[in-house]
């Protein structure tokens, strides 16, 4: 069966690719600003210490609340549709952060943060979308083009924080988040560019049952590949400027520091594509798992800038070859009308993981400190990598390649 009669257009995935890469700049510029900010702006509004993260928790609540049902809405409407409403979304929670840090409400605030929640929870299906029309081939390479978005994010979302947090002074912070509304509508913009067909009526045949899809060894493998690794960086990542604000470093020292924890989680999609198609989605996976507790080993160890910027650096590259690793082997476990469903439960359960531990980290961190938050990442690597092993060993693990 050739490529074309399979249903694959790569030159129309090559297009949409670079128009989700643009989107996936922006929108990581946004989130990167909010990681930035969040628990800083938490600190001066929340009523205890401890509920300092809460802000940057309450984005990811969003995002597990609504992952499911925008891939649902997305069945019905269109990628391109529900991409741009989403992006919209988050532009009204910008807002309201912006107007909630002038009035100095907490509660203001959290709303506006669970708003940019459906915005990262559309995101996330960008890396879903590039695949769409791919080649199995060109597939690997897809997700990767788009999460390379994420360099310039890194880039951007840094700056703008530096150039911003005085903007609107004395009032700290609202000069971003008013930025972090134009990145959005911008975002928008170029989702309008998305060319992905809607292949089947919302009320047509949708494959196998979901249970039946999510009891398959790979599908369990990759989804809990995906959660652990997008959980672990969330727990430290959260954590990481209210720790260093508490070592007495700077805004600017923490930007630095996220900055490249940033292009270390994004630089590598330019061959990380290429590593899973020559090595393997589970070995690249469980490279990304030791690079994790490298990650945590080096916060252990100090609480010194060097501490801070290495454990950072090690938890974006052991993300990207985690994540991208389980999302690959998630797109072999599905046909493609059962696209939707079996992304939506990935991403829900990605989701949720992550807003456990980014609810954990500011109670990790106010009551076992940054060696800690540290601690709690191996049991969950050991985790993953024995699931990792389990699926190299299983007779049926090579999943369902879509037709």
Known sequence: MTVAAAGFDDVKARRNAIVLASAQSLYGAVTTAVVVTAGLVGSQLAPSASWATLPMSMMIVGTALTTFPISMMMRRVGRRTGFVLCALGGAAGALLGTYAIFQRSFGLFLIGCLMLGIYQASASYYRFAAADTASPVFRPKAISWVMTGGIVAALVGTLVVMATVDLFAPVTFAGTWAVMAVLALAGAAILTRV???????????????????????????????????????????????????????????????????????????????????????????????????????????????????????????????????????????YHPEERNKAQGLNDLLVFVTTAITSLSAGKLLAGFGWAGVNYAVFPMVVLALVMIVWLARHPYSRGVQPS
């Open 195 to 333: 060319d992905i067909p809607l292949t089947q009526k919302h009320d047509a045949p949708s494959g196998r049952p979901l249970s039946v899809i999510a009891r398959q060894p790979r599908y369990i493998v990759a989804a809990l590949t995906a959660m652990l690794a997008y959980g672990i960086m969330v727990l430290v990542m959260t954590a990481t400027p209210v720790a260093m604000l508490g070592c007495g470093f700077s805004v600017k020292d923490s930007s630095w520091v996220i900055q490249w924890h940033a292009l270390a989680m994004f630089v590598p999609s330019f061959f990380t594509g290429s590593l899973i198609a020559r090595y393997g989605a589970e070995k690249i996976s469980a490279v990304g798992m030791a690079l994790l507790i490298g990650s945590a080993v080096s916060g252990i160890l100090g609480i010194h800038f060097e501490n801070f910027a290495v454990g950072l650096i090690l938890l974006g590259l052991g993300w990207n070859f985690g994540f991208l690793g389980g999302t690959t082997m998630l797109t072999e476990t």
